[in-house]
């Protein structure tokens, strides 16, 4: 009787390699979705930005490649960040408060390599976001190859939240901002009655 073909020795062998290296991957995986940001600050150009002074925010985010745009005088501080070293970053404005940084939005490129890379940069510095649409739970599917739809953010010490924001209509914006900070600003605006809000008030932005 002719015993039950088995595979060979060397087909074992070859597959191996295969099955370390999806051992290694889910490893790294579950080493990522561990990363808890919420102890540590939320720095961006080098500076830690809880209570960071806008006038040395802008020095540094010039001195990484960020170009002032024309802006009107009594407008937000505008700049083009497509030389400024991350990728997917187009524009950038900030939202400050008595000489103090409240928020700086990145819109970014909403597709592409360029986004992709950027959503694996954020995932390998911070571990796997939250979504903030329904349920709050890590999404594991974030660094994937397409852009995921929705709202996803990381906490962090001070109050600080990194937002990252995809919708289906609209930019794609990238948000460090100062949740207290925030919220006073927008709690402080005066809206006259009978206007309904502005798409560009800060409440509705982020």
């Not at 990363?35 to 020095?59: C, H, N, Q, W």
């Not at 962090?156 to 924001?165: C, D």
């Not at 794609?172 to 008030?201: F, I």
């Amino acid at each position: 009787m002719q015993r039950p073909h088995s595979p060979s020795k060397s087909v074992r062998t070859a597959a191996l390699p295969s099955v370390l290296a999806s051992a290694l991957l889910w490893m790294v995986t579950l080493a990522i979705a561990q990363v808890d940001p919420s102890s540590s600050e939320l720095t961006l150009y080098g500076m830690r930005l809880k209570d960071a002074p806008t006038a040395a925010f802008i020095s540094a985010a010039t001195a990484a490649g960020a170009k002032a745009l024309d802006q009107r005088p009594d407008g937000p501080t505008n700049f083009d960040t497509r030389d400024a070293g991350v990728p997917a970053l187009q524009r950038l404005t900030l939202i400050a408060d008595r000489g103090s940084l409240v928020s700086a939005q990145f819109v970014i490129k909403p597709y592409g390599q360029d986004n992709e890379a950027l959503r694996q940069l954020l995932v390998q510095k911070y571990g796997l976001p939250t979504m903030a649409d329904g349920a709050r739970r890590p999404f594991p599917g974030f660094a994937g190859r397409f852009a995921p739809r929705g709202s996803f953010d990381w906490d962090f010490a001070g109050g600080m939240k990194l937002i990252y924001r995809q919708p289906a209509l609209g930019d794609a914006t990238l948000s460090y901002t100062d949740v207290e900070k925030a919220g006073r600003l927008a709690a402080s605006a005066t809206t006259p009655v009978g206007t309904p809000p502005s798409k560009g008030d800060l409440g509705n932005r982020f």
